[in-house]
């Protein structure tokens, strides 16, 4: 079955500390991987696409990293900002199928200052 | 310029009611979605149009009827509302490609008394 997991479900770090949210999943076959960042009151936004042959990529404070033998991907967030505090979800795609999109929960991330 | 818009962004209603939500999208998209977002900040995937074909159909009361009169605009009637019916519903869209991102409306809060 295709399911993605995320983790934790929410975090509270203080402002300037770094933080790393978990994805697992078991969607196959893989096509590649979105982390969205969603504010409160607003959509989702992508931060991020990992594909199969990629490890890591970095997109100013935000880095998501894929290891595709293990299926997990991890976004890492350095020096936090008060803005960071939102629900990021990871998104993953199988290569088939018209419903080939499988969403995690989400981590709810707050910054403190 | 919005690229997804959705209309309105609250609705408070009464059990029972009918009523719409609206979307447009100016990205020249071929693809168009619903989702519901419920208490707990999981999205799924309701319905799903290309060049105003259905293509994903979840297993959803027949009270949601999408209709796509062109490839810009999908909008979601709902019949006979359910306060289970209360909900953010997000509208998006995506360019049918190998990295698939999705555009996301503002969303619409739902809330049935």
């Known amino acids: 079955k295709n399911q993605v997991e995320q983790s934790p479900q929410s975090l509270i770090i203080l402002e300037g500390k770094n933080c790393t949210l978990q994805c697992n999943y078991t969607v196959s076959p893989f096509s590649n991987l979105r982390w969205y960042k969603q504010d409160t009151g607003r959509g989702p936004v992508s931060l991020t696409i990992m594909t199969f042959s990629e490890n890591t990529k970095s997109n100013g404070r935000y880095t998501a990293t894929l290891d595709a033998d293990t299926k997990q991907s991890s976004l890492h967030i350095t020096a936090s900002q008060l803005s960071d505090s939102a629900s990021y979800i990871c998104v993953v795609s199988a290569i088939s199928g018209a419903n080939n999109l499988f969403f995690g929960t989400g981590t709810r991330l707050t910054v403190i200052p | 310029d919005t690229a997804v818009s959705q209309t309105p962004k609250y609705l408070v209603t009464q059990m029972g009611n009918d009523k719409s939500i609206k979307c447009e999208q100016n990205?020249?998209?071929?693809?168009m979605y619903w989702y519901k977002q419920d208490s707990k900040k999981f999205l799924k995937i309701m319905f799903s149009y290309n060049n105003k074909e259905l293509i994903i159909n979840e297993t959803v009361p027949n009270r949601f009827s999408p209709k796509s009169p062109d490839k810009a605009h999908l909008n979601l009637h709902i019949n006979s509302l359910e306060l289970g019916d209360s909900a953010v519903y997000f509208c998006?869209?995506?360019?049918?490609?190998?990295?698939?991102?999705?555009?996301f409306g503002e969303g619409s809060r739902l809330t049935v008394l």
């Open positions: 990205l020249g998209h071929d693809t």
């Open positions: 998006a869209s995506s360019q049918v490609t190998v990295t698939g991102e999705l555009f």
